[in-house]
């Protein structure tokens, strides 16, 4: 479907660039960089995300308080993120600032130092981070789950890395990772607010235009399926257990995303009225939090439901859950009831596309992974096609739920 508010442009260095036009007083612009934690090689797990803290701590021509205060001081925000398959670097601001945003982003990118005193400073923030990750139950059981679902593949570890891996990264590994990973082609230039896409582009390949560095090939494989598992892990000493179940299915670029991301709304979503909250919570009062998702990256996806609840109700929840999931995955959805859960979740899908810096970042990861951005328009007459066969071939993975309780 084409959306004539939205250009895409490419610099002459081959870096990509989609901009988005529309009438707003805000601007967002980024990379999206093709480079995340199972790109990170053994012994170095964590460095992705480090490097995405330290990007911010000074470059070549400017100082850090410098990179930390540049957008601030207009009234806007400079952040980034890490994922198991990419980086991102933002910024939202008041319109008109579109020039400083991207000189600085770009600068950050091509000329970062890492500072040895501002590493070390970060690893006791980061190492921070680790410790209040793995003493939340809640967060640390996704971990280990997919520590074990994924075993032997680098999408096993945790994105923070550990206490160890982080007190062996020096200046050269950070710089190593930039120089390595983040190349134009690699990476996708992103932009929404009201200038002309052709002004977008001159700026752009003003800033980013030198910008050179050698593409590597990316060197992921997919894992293989891991046996099933059931596991228990009673040593964590909480008085609530936390119990993830999963099983991997399609990634992304499968025709079935879709039903997938309409199965975990059904099961889990927000909504009040999905269907083991309605069983789990509503009914029998046994949990306090009950929710579905699905993670869809690239060449794979994983799908997995979280409960937390009183370690003698354990039982109890996962044959509810069963009984919930086993519907789904053995017989065919209502038309009626299929028809109610698209409506839901299409409604939740409009409502969140008025935010409009996750709509710029998504619109960039599309375009790096697809080529293409993907309209609103678009994933609603895909969810629309969902029939309650291909919802059920969807399910069916989740015959044989693989399970990690943490209490």
């Not at 593949?153 to 890395?161: E, F, Q, T």
């Not at 910008?211 to 060197?219: G, K, N, Q, V, Y």
């Not at 299409?346 to 710029?360: C, P, R």
Request: glycine share 8%; with cysteine.
């Amino acid at each position: 479907m084409h959306d004539d508010t939205i250009h895409y442009l490419t610099l002459a260095n081959g870096l990509r660039l989609v901009a988005r036009r529309g009438d707003t007083y805000v601007e967002h612009c980024g990379i999206i960089v093709d480079a995340g934690s199972r790109d990170e090689v053994s012994g170095k797990e964590g460095l992705a995300h480090f490097v995405e803290h330290t990007i911010f701590k000074g470059t070549a021509n400017h100082r850090a308080s410098y990179v930390r205060d540049r957008m601030e001081l207009v009234g806007g925000e400079l952040n980034a993120y890490t994922t198991k398959e990419e980086t991102v670097i933002y910024s939202t601001f008041p319109a008109g600032n579109l020039r400083r945003a991207l000189a600085l982003i770009a600068d950050m990118v091509s000329g970062s130092i890492f500072p040895d005193v501002e590493l070390a400073r970060e690893k006791l923030v980061v190492g921070e981070e680790i410790d209040t990750y793995l003493d939340t139950p809640s967060d640390a059981v996704f971990d280990d789950f997919e520590d074990l679902i994924y075993a032997g593949s680098p999408l096993a570890h945790n994105i923070l890395g550990t206490r160890e891996s982080l007190s062996r990264f020096v200046s050269a590994d950070c710089r190593g990772w930039l120089e390595e990973r983040f190349t134009p082609g690699r990476m996708v230039l992103f932009y929404s607010g009201p200038m002309d896409a052709d002004k977008v582009f001159r700026i752009a390949e003003r800033y980013f235009g030198e910008f050179s560095r050698e593409d590597r090939p990316l060197a992921r494989v997919v894992p293989v399926i891991s046996p099933v598992f059931d596991k228990v892990d009673d040593s964590v000493g909480s008085y609530q257990a936390h119990t993830v179940l999963g099983a991997r299915v399609p990634g992304m670029l499968d025709t079935a995303r879709s039903e997938v991301a309409l199965l975990a709304n059904i099961l889990g979503g927000p909504g009040m009225n999905s269907l083991l909250n309605i069983a789990l919570r509503e009914r029998h009062g046994l949990v306090y939090t009950i929710d579905a998702s699905a993670s869809l990256m690239s060449d794979n996806g994983l799908f997995t439901i979280y409960f937390g609840c009183d370690p003698s109700d354990i039982r109890h929840c996962l044959r509810i859950i069963d009984r919930v999931v086993g519907s789904l995955a053995g017989d065919m959805i209502a038309i009626r009831r299929l028809d109610a859960a698209k409506r839901q979740f299409i409604g939740q899908l409009t409502v969140a596309s008025t935010n409009s810096e996750q709509l710029a970042i998504s619109m960039g990861r599309s375009v790096l992974y697809r080529g293409r951005a993907i309209a609103l328009e678009e994933t609603i007459e895909s969810i629309m096609a969902v029939t309650p066969e291909s919802l059920r071939l969807a399910a069916e993975p989740l015959h044989s739920l693989s399970r990690l309780t943490l209490k």
